[in-house]
């Protein structure tokens, strides 16, 4: 409903630390993964993606993992700045017609606020 | 500077009034998106484009309309319909509209207030 997700899950950690912000998809089905960065007042941004025929994939000091037999998914960020405090968002695409991904098709994640302490 | 930008940031209207929310590109994607974002939610998606002259239905249309004139915009009027209009509304683009490497640009979003 409307009032679902208005308590967004937190994360708080020092500058420095390494944080993980997880997610739990519903579809077995889902074959794409994206995370996003979202800072206040601004639109998401685009962090990392993942397809369902690999289980880890490494970008710059973010690593994202997934894991199909429990249908989860997380986001890994090593030496957390305070830049780093935002929302981030999982989105899943849950309609895999034939040709691929339909963009039109993603899912989000209700969101996970990280605050990094200096 | 290659980008997405959407106008007004903070838009005010009075209930029962039509208003127009104005999403531009200049990344040369083909396709384009609405989304709505309300206080701790997910995005939720209104409508789609993924080319000119052709657009379909997300999961929350009922109360908006849009036009693909051209590739570079994508205007989304919210109606009197729309029973619940305050949100932030997020326009974003794809190079294409099926692509695992076409991940979504985002604009910065035009909160809208009725009151």
């Known amino acids: 409903g409307e009032n679902v997700g208005l308590h967004l899950p937190t994360l708080s950690v020092q500058e420095g630390d390494n944080s993980i912000i997880n997610c739990a998809y519903s579809?077995?089905?889902?074959?794409?993964f994206i995370w996003y960065k979202q800072e206040s007042g601004k639109g998401p941004q685009f962090i990392i993606d993942i397809r369902s025929n690999m289980d880890k994939r490494q970008g710059q000091r973010v690593t994202v993992l997934l894991n199909k037999t429990v249908k989860h998914l997380s986001l890994q960020i090593a030496a957390t700045q305070p830049g780093d405090s935002a929302v981030y968002f999982c989105a899943e695409n849950r309609d895999t017609g034939a040709g691929g991904t339909s963009y039109g098709k993603l899912t989000f994640g209700q969101g996970t606020i990280l605050t990094v302490h200096p | 500077d290659g980008g997405i930008t959407q106008s007004p940031k903070y838009l005010f209207r009075k209930e029962g009034q039509n208003v127009t929310l104005s999403c531009e590109q200049n990344?040369?994607?083909?396709?384009m998106y609405w989304y709505r974002q309300d206080p701790g939610q997910g995005l939720r998606l209104i409508y789609y484009s993924q080319i000119v002259n052709d657009f379909q239905k997300g999961d929350i249309a009922e109360g908006y309309s849009v036009s693909r004139e051209k590739k570079e915009s994508f205007p989304l009027t919210v109606t009197s319909a729309q029973k619940n209009p305050t949100a932030f509304y997020l326009c974003?683009?794809?190079?294409?509209?099926?692509?695992?490497?076409?991940?979504?640009?985002f604009g910065n979003g035009t909160r809208l207030t009725v009151t």
């Open positions: 579809n077995s089905a889902s074959d794409y």
């Open positions: 974003a683009s794809s190079l294409t509209g099926s692509s695992y490497n076409s991940p979504l640009h």
């Open positions: 990344l040369n994607h083909d396709a």
